[in-house]
């Protein structure tokens, strides 16, 4: 089986959304054990750094974007281009659904409200309808990418944009070597003083791919990341991490904490 039919599996869209971005996350009493933090920390990197650039011009570029569009929600407001970009097939057919208004798209309705009404405590005239509408529109393109290349990640965009945004897709690098160089096209990729937000697992060591336990490519660390970076060029400017406790881990891989990075291609 090749790494295109593994990446399918592993990422199917429908069973991938359904497990982890659940639709009754925000329920009252859910028992769910899936955490919001990913949202959280993207939220808080627009909220504290959309004033370093030009709302009316700004491109935001997503790698690895999956079947989602959870990240762009608190992008909207700050930006006025989105490109989503994946590896996997039915993970773009998904958004390209959700853009399109298409009745079986998923519905991240309850990720808009969350957002729009308890992140940012609007409550005025249908804001979270305004919201989506808004992000349909600046979502232009939903394209091919590979971080695992030689050549070009995302071959069908125009650079550069002004923010690189990116959850739990690294991790699939193939070596420390591709891993650096993706992060080296990154800082060509971007705009003097854009910004690349990265979300990543930590020290996962394992997967499961139907039944079978893999070894992870790669080992992560956060100062591995924050070297790697810094070596890229980038100018660290917020770093966290949180450990993620057993009863939150999901049974396909073990990952025992993430890590959450805002890094800058400084130009003076
Ligand atoms: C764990 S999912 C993360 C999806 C989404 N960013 C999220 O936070 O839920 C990893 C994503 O990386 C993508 N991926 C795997 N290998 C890739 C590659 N070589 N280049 C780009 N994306 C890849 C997968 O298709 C999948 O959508």
Redesign the pocket.
């Known amino acids: 089986m090749g790494d295109d039919d593994n990446?399918e599996i592993l990422?199917n869209a429908q069973q991938?959304l359904t497990t982890?971005y659940p639709a009754n996350l925000f329920d009252e009493g859910q028992t769910m054990i899936v955490p919001t933090f990913?949202i959280d920390y993207f939220h808080k990197f627009y909220q504290q750094f959309h004033t370093e650039w030009d709302h009316s011009t700004a491109k935001l570029l997503e790698?690895?974007?999956?079947?989602?569009v959870h990240t762009f929600i608190s992008a909207a407001p700050y930006v006025a281009e989105i490109y989503h970009s994946?590896?996997?097939q039915s993970?773009r057919d998904e958004v390209k659904m959700w853009r399109n208004n298409d009745p079986n798209a998923y519905d991240w309705t309850p990720y808009f409200n969350y957002v729009v009404n308890k992140l940012e405590g609007q409550s005025g005239h249908n804001p979270v309808a305004e919201r989506q509408e808004r992000l349909r529109k600046i979502l232009k393109d939903i394209v091919y990418?590979?971080?695992?290349t030689d050549d070009a990640i995302v071959p069908t965009i125009t650079f550069p944009v002004n923010i690189i945004t990116?959850?739990?897709?690294l991790e699939?690098s193939k070596s420390l070597e591709l891993y650096d160089s993706t992060l080296r096209k990154f800082y060509d990729m971007l705009t003097p003083n854009g910004f690349l937000a990265l979300?990543s697992g930590i020290e996962c060591t394992w997967s499961i791919l139907n039944g079978i336990k893999h070894p992870f490519p790669l080992y992560l660390s956060l100062d591995i990341i924050k070297k790697s970076l810094e070596k890229a060029g980038f100018v660290i400017r917020y770093m966290n991490s949180r450990e993620i406790p057993l009863s939150e881990r999901g049974i396909d891989r073990d990952t025992p904490s993430v890590g959450f990075f805002v890094a800058q291609k400084k130009c003076h």
């Open positions: 990446m990422y991938y982890r990913p790698i690895g974007g999956g079947p989602c994946d590896y996997v993970c990418c590979d971080i695992n990116t959850s739990y897709c699939h979300l």
